[in-house]
């Protein structure tokens, strides 16, 4: 018989993400058979995989995604079978069985669409069930919501459906952990507290033996067991949303613990969209010993963002999911003028190849004339088409090594999710990249001097291309690049280090 582990939480961001990954890793590599399933996720970070029905491709969350990999399944859509994607102004695109269905309120998803995605869930989890050991569910915010109790598909319903074991995630970091812990037992309809196996505190920096008076008087007070306190790290494994970000506005900068002296470091700005999306774009840039990746306001000056109000050496254009907004705004912030000052490498990724462009067309917008088009900032002789077609799959091209990449080749993997077509509008522009479908030029990508760029997702996470940008880089920079320091273990095994010692006896599941 199937066993559902529902790794529920406090609140957001309390570190679900991991605990599930480590707990897939750890309970494979003791000879289960694991599948993730997070039934409804809100993130606009995603990645194209194939359906479950072998109908094609279709999106699911990042974090199901790396899950599986921690799993070491392939990632299909039975393992996040619903995925709301925010486009602003209270709205969100709706992807069920990995297809965008509708852009929906909350309210007319809950009035015309709920009943929908609760079909597609609990098909998906039937689809798991049937093939897996062992189904590693991952909850949505917190389990104690309770205006959403009566319709929380990732929680309430997951945990009822699958007569799941709950383990309950509470993060020590933000304080009032054992206040967290309590009234979430507290507040969790009655039934699924009889679910609840135990709890895990997450984030802990210090004595363990400080908490031990804090953890005895919880179980008294519950009944129910801490099952471990976690170190705080991080295994390196994809952000599910933009939590992590800085807000609007304001400057943030990851990838500064390396130990590689300032003056030797290289920082790539990164302009902060009111809607950005799949940000885990830059996380293997961000791991890159030596690089800096700074997230920074739309108006920010590009020649102080760098450490100690040094220029910035390379800019990231990331991808949105409100592509004619977020233009908009770039323009009225004068991105485009600071991006020409930029004397080093410029990379647009989906959104933001678009953004590069002379203009989108077909934007279907008022207050912008020309009969809906939208100028772009310029950097490249190039036009897209918006289109309700929506492109969605993995992707394997050919890199031919123009633009920023010069002397790269071979082959590069990634996903494409993007509506529109991108073409070249005059001879100047090269393409750096082809398809074996045939599609090249702007279809792909395209590239004039320093500035690149394509519509291919997960770009930076292919050694070659990261390590020719990151030279590049340097190079304009007029900085020597440090040696590269040893490779970290894989972040899905430092996730199941970090859940070793999570007693699962209480689950009846032994991994020793």
Wanted: net charge negative; aromatic share 4%.
């Amino acid at each position: 018989m199937t066993r559902t582990l529902l790794v529920a939480g406090t609140a957001s961001h309390v570190g679900k993400s991991t605990v599930a990954a480590g707990l897939c890793r750890r309970l494979t590599d003791a000879d289960y058979d694991v599948a993730p399933f997070k039934a409804q996720n809100m993130s606009n970070n995603a990645r194209a995989v194939p359906r479950a029905d072998g109908t094609g491709f279709g999106e699911i969350g990042v974090s199901q995604y790396a899950q599986a990999r921690a799993a070491r399944v392939r990632p299909t859509t039975a393992h996040n079978p619903v995925l709301l994607k925010p486009r602003g102004d209270g709205e969100s695109q709706l992807v069920v069985d990995g297809e965008a269905v509708a852009t929906v309120a909350a309210d007319a998803y809950y009035d015309e669409w709920w009943d929908r995605a609760r079909e597609a869930v609990v098909t998906a989890h039937d689809r798991l069930a049937a093939a897996h050991d062992v189904v590693v569910a991952e909850g949505a915010g917190s389990i104690a919501e309770i205006n959403l109790h009566h319709r929380d598909l990732s929680n309430v319903e997951t945990a009822r459906r699958t007569d799941a074991d709950i383990i309950l995630v509470a993060d020590i970091e933000r304080g009032g952990v054992f206040a967290a812990i309590v009234g979430t037992l507290d507040l969790v309809p009655d039934d699924l507290r009889e679910q609840v196996a135990g709890v895990v505190i997450t984030k802990f920096r210090g004595d363990r033996a400080l908490l031990e008076d804090g953890v005895q008087a919880v179980e008294e007070r519950t009944g129910v067991p801490v099952l471990d306190v976690l170190p705080y790290d991080d295994p390196g494994l994809p952000e599910e949303d933009s939590v992590a970000l800085p807000a609007r506005g304001e400057r943030g900068v990851v990838g500064d613990d390396d130990g590689v002296a300032p003056e030797r470091t290289i920082t790539v700005a990164v302009p902060r969209l009111p809607h950005v999306s799949n940000v885990t774009d830059l996380e293997p840039l961000a791991r890159t010993p030596g690089v800096r990746v700074a997230y920074t306001p739309l108006d920010a000056d590009l020649g102080t963002a760098g450490l100690g109000g040094r220029p910035a050496d390379a800019v990231v254009l990331p991808g949105t999911k409100n592509t004619v907004d977020d233009l908009l705004a770039a323009r009225e912030a004068g991105l485009g003028d600071r991006l020409r000052a930029v004397n080093g490498p410029i990379v647009g990724l989906c959104g933001g190849y678009q953004f590069l462009g002379e203009r989108i067309e077909g934007a279907d917008i008022e207050g912008t004339g020309d009969d809906d088009a939208v100028p772009g900032l310029g950097l490249l002789p190039v036009v897209t088409q918006f289109s309700p077609n929506k492109r969605v799959r993995p992707a394997t091209w050919q890199l031919t090594g123009d633009g920023p990449l010069a002397g790269v080749s071979g082959s590069v993997d990634g996903y494409e999710i993007h509506a529109g077509e991108t073409v070249a509008t005059d001879g100047t522009v090269t393409t750096p990249f082809t398809a074996p479908d045939g599609r090249d030029g702007g279809e792909l990508g395209a590239a004039s001097g320093l500035v690149l760029g394509t519509y291919l997702h997960g770009l930076f996470a292919n050694d070659a291309v990261r390590e020719a940008f990151v030279d590049a880089t340097y190079a304009s920079a007029g900085r020597d690049r440090p040696a590269a320091a040893a490779d970290r273990d894989s972040p899905y095994d430092r996730a199941a280090e970090l859940v070793a010692d999570v007693d699962l006896s209480v689950v009846g599941l032994d991994d020793t």
